[in-house]
């Protein structure tokens, strides 16, 4: 199984940016983390950040003929793009949609997300441990 990682905006600044509500792990701690589980169960994940909307729906209309399940954090684009959301619906494997926050817990703007109209699973809340339990999941054996 190949598993694509994709972190959105301001995500390269985990550690650094509100780690209050983020956490003080660095977004290549997380990435490493997950590869190191995907791999523990016989997978392979790959990661990739942008903070350029274009750049990550690339990776997404990429991965339709290379892997076999998406792991996004949207961050801000959740809320916003039905663009992401359209690039998803174009990829056919399992897409599991994390948040480090509970985002239901936060401002209204973030209640909505546009991803979770496709994603198979949605964590959030769970800190770091979301990007974990996602590879758990779409690793898991039947
Ligand atoms: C986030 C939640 C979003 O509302 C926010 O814009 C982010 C991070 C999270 O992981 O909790 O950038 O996706």
Partial sequence: MKILLLNGPNLNLLGQREPEIY???TLADIEQAACKRAEAAGARLEAFQT????ALIDHVHAARSAMDAIIINPGAWSHTSIAILDALNS??????EVHLSNIHKREPF?????????ADGVICGLGSFGYLAAVDWLTRQP
């Fill in 23 to 25: 956490g003080h792990e």
């Fill in 51 to 54: 903070n350029y909307e274009g």
């Fill in 110 to 118: 973030r209640h909505h997300s546009y991803v979770s109209a496709r």
């Fill in 91 to 96: 990829f056919g494997g399992s897409v599991v």
